[in-house]
């Protein structure tokens, strides 16, 4: 009889420290796992007015050519002009879109915390906090933030905006890994900067009369610029970097690209037809600049 209650309590207990294992095993699996909840309903807002459409293109086509000063100015005015323009937060969002280019990251993340502030239904909502997401993670390197923003992508996307939501589970996916390869990644990227400011090419070299098409059946990028070296020397093997948006702005991916020719002091060398590779499926416009070159003096 002893031995019979003994041997319960002892199954009794190994039952309880199996299911306690269990329990444990199943919170870790809930934290590591990422709740994906249904996309919602897209957002059909009212066609913009012509004046609305070619006023936000001035702007836009001056941001897209390299000035983004310009362009914020002329997007500000716009908003100014057309408050209620279903244009009006593409017009705040490509402002913080224009900071960032510009280094100004600060100003960039007061841009697209503004669209969710002032227009808290509009579309461009997912895209501002995937945006924010993706400068705190790779140009401030403030993983908890990316990673809150992140997640908001993912909580607030419509099915307009799947692509996107797609990016934000792929990166939280194995978020250690991520994070441990690009901790000190800015100020590692600023140092460099740093370094080579004095005599950066990129400050001589200067690409301008650019026009892009797709070959490939649509899947590679085609390139054609002009080159302006405003240097009293010459450089060769220009290194050019190509970023690759979306129709409404998102940044989709970029890649390097290198020109074995020379850029005499003081000329312009024509580039046509360069190959950049394969490129993102929804790319519709794209930035060109010059990262670095070898001085051949």
């Not at 490509?94 to 808290?120: D, F, H, L, R």
């Not at 994070?179 to 990227?189: H, I, K, M």
């Not at 140092?191 to 690409?207: C, F, G, T, V």
């Not at 409404?248 to 950049?276: C, D, M």
């Amino acid at each position: 009889m002893i031995i019979g209650l003994v041997l319960f309590l002892f199954s009794a207990c190994n039952n309880s420290s199996q299911k306690t294992k269990n329990e444990s095993k199943e919170n870790t699996l809930t934290q590591n796992q990422i709740e994906v909840p249904p996309l919602k309903p897209k957002i059909v807002e009212p066609d913009a007015t012509e004046k609305e459409k070619e006023l936000y293109k001035e702007a836009y086509d001056l941001w897209y050519n390299d000035k983004p000063q310009e362009g914020i100015n002329n997007f500000n005015e716009f908003i100014k002009l057309f408050p209620k323009s279903s244009l009006a937060d593409d017009a705040q969002r490509m402002i913080g879109t224009a900071y960032s280019n510009m280094e100004n990251y600060p100003k960039a993340i007061e841009a697209y915390e503004n669209v969710n502030i002032k227009y808290p239904d509009a579309n461009s909502d997912p895209g501002a906090l995937y945006d924010m997401a993706h400068l705190y993670f790779y140009s401030i390197n403030d993983f908890d933030k990316a990673k809150y923003y992140y997640e908001q992508v993912i909580n607030s996307a419509t099915v307009d905006d799947e692509k996107i939501r797609d990016f934000a589970l792929e990166q939280l996916k194995d978020w250690e890994k991520q994070t441990q390869r690009f901790t000190g990644y800015a100020e590692r990227s600023k140092e460099y900067q740093k370094e080579r400011q004095s005599n950066s090419p990129s400050e001589y070299l200067k690409i301008n009369e650019t026009s892009w098409d797709k070959g490939g059946f649509g899947t590679v990028g085609i390139h054609s610029f002009s080159i302006q070296n405003n240097a009293d020397i010459s450089f060769k093997d220009v290194v050019i970097r190509i970023d690759y948006f979306s129709e409404t702005g998102t940044f989709l991916g970029g890649t390097l690209r290198t020109v074995y020719k020379q850029i005499p002091s003081k000329q312009s060398v024509r580039i046509t037809e360069l190959n950049a590779g394969f490129i993102p499926a929804d790319a519709s416009t794209c930035t060109l600049k010059v990262v670095t070159a070898i001085s051949d003096n």
